[in-house]
């Protein structure tokens, strides 16, 4: 269960955000990418980091320990190193908190609840993969 940002605080302001806090936004979306803009805008600005991930080999993941600065992530390895209420979800051109709590959960509910990928088996393999990526470039509930 997510619960929207917005009727969290309805002044939102990204740069209030850029210390300890973990934005997921799954690549590929294309209905938010405007949202995804600011966060870059914002990584220029050298205020948060986008996907760290990328820098990271498996082990370095597993074992990762949250930065200082804010980060934008789809990794649900970095994602269970923060807690609820430092994570931010995009859904349908808002920005929403999981209801779950985030810190310490298993990456496979995360990678279920949280990214909509409910199986731990690579989708090419398993079969769904063109479904599974039109739901995450529509920004559409997963589940």
């Known amino acids: 269960m997510i619960k929207k940002f917005n009727d969290l605080n ?3 302001n990204l740069t209030d955000y850029t210390n ?3 934005f997921v936004y799954v690549q590929g979306n294309d209905t938010d990418i405007e949202k995804y803009y600011d966060l870059v805008r914002m990584s220029k600005d050298n205020l948060i980091i986008l996907y760290p991930e990328r820098s990271k080999t498996f082990a370095q993941r597993v074992t990762y320990q949250p930065y200082v600065k804010s980060i934008v992530t789809e990794d649900p390895y970095l994602i269970c190193t923060y807690d609820r209420k430092k994570v931010f979800i ?3 051109g ?3 908190k999981p209801e779950i709590q985030t810190y310490g959960t298993s990456v496979s509910f995360i990678t279920d609840d ?3 990928m409910d199986s731990s088996i690579n989708l090419r ?3 769904g993969a063109d ?3 039109n739901k995450v470039k529509q920004n559409i509930q997963y589940r």
């Open 10 to 12: 309805e002044n939102i």
């Open 20 to 22: 300890g806090y973990c």
């Open 90 to 92: 995009i859904r349908d």
């Open 94 to 96: 808002e920005w929403e």
């Open 114 to 116: 949280i990214l909509g």
């Open 125 to 127: 393999v398993k079969g």
């Open 131 to 133: 479904e599974w990526l």
